[in-house]
């Protein structure tokens, strides 16, 4: 039979980047356009399946908005891990995210893994990023007047973007940082949040 290891993890960042919802993507595989803000914290659970092992995620899903932030350390307590989440289409939430990292750096327990997660990547377009492919693709480019945020004439193929992949990936290997771009929506980049979390667990 397979020992189970307990990993407590802590979610935190802006309020509606999307912590909520990467849980939930996680948890049930489902996606909620309208999920209402969390209040105080959420607790939810879900078992992570490594090629040797299996861990028991007891995920601790905080509240983003600012009257909250003082309960944060009760969650990040005793975390062996944290996902800190920005919405790759507003600046603000990389520096908020910045923040809690510090915080964790500071505060937490020294050993914590922590994971820096751009949520909302389906917003941009075109995911691969790459502006020469997006210029070759014919069927991007009658389909302009289709997307939002992206206008005919300008040719700006990301302009939803806040936060260029490059600056939001140094800045992760700077502080030592996993880092994953996420769409809770799709579910693009969601499980593996966990499972590279998962792997840098040490087996005790
Ligand atoms: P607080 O609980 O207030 O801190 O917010 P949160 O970070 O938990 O955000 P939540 O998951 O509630 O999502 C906020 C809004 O963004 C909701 O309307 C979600 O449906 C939407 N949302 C979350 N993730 C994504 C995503 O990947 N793509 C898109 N397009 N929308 C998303
Ligand atoms: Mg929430």
Known sequence: TERSVQVKLVLLGEAAVGKSS???????NE???????TIGAAFLTQKCRLEDRV????????AGQERFHSLAPMYYRNAQAAVVVY???????????????KELQRQANPN?????????IDLVTPSASSSSAAAESEDEADDA???????????EPES????PRDEAEAYAQEAG?????????????????????????PID
């Open 160 to 163: 939803l973007r806040q936060v």
């Open 112 to 120: 914590i893994v922590i994971a820096l997660a751009g949520n909302k």
């Open 177 to 201: 940082l996993l880092f994953f771009e996420t769409s809770a929506k799709t579910g693009e980049g969601v499980v593996e949040i966990f499972t590279e979390i998962a792997k840098k667990i």
């Open 87 to 101: 919405d790759v289409t507003k600046a603000s939430s990389l520096e908020k995210a910045k923040t809690w990292v």
């Open 22 to 28: 990467i849980v939930l993507r996680f948890v049930s």
């Open 55 to 62: 861990l028991r995620y007891e995920i601790w899903d905080t």
């Open 145 to 155: 007047t289709a997307t939002p945020g992206e206008t005919a004439t300008s040719g």
């Open 31 to 37: 996606f909620q356009p309208n999920k209402e803000p």
